[in-house]
């Protein structure tokens, strides 16, 4: 990821999903090189979810944790306001089955 921040100012990103690992990882490399980051939880209250966020080096001064909801119109909007850019991994857990292998042999 190339470091394209202005010293003087520097870029909001939104990332959704932001407790995955996937996510994570993005979320750590934007507060290394500067971006102020606008991070998206299912329950920012949730401290098994946001623990490690809040952590990384960085986070007390550029994350700033919001919570949405991927089924909720306008859910994302307070958290992408103001962004140059989204990285969306956030993505719904609609399924549940007592046997997995019944609908995915």
Not at 53 to 69: D, P, Q, S
């Amino acid at each position: 990821m190339e470091n394209i921040i202005n010293r003087d100012e520097a870029k909001k990103v939104c990332v959704t999903g932001a407790s995955g690992y996937i996510a994570s990882w993005i979320v750590k490399l934007l507060l290394e090189r500067g971006y102020v980051v606008h991070a998206t939880v299912r329950n920012r209250n949730d401290e098994t979810k946001t623990k490690h966020l809040v952590e990384m080096e960085g986070a007390k001064t550029r994350l700033h944790i919001y919570e949405a909801n991927l089924l909720e119109e306008g859910s994302f909007d307070k958290a992408i306001h103001g962004c140059c850019a989204v990285f969306h991994t956030a993505s719904p857990v609609l399924f549940v089955t007592p046997n997995p292998h019944v609908n995915f042999p």
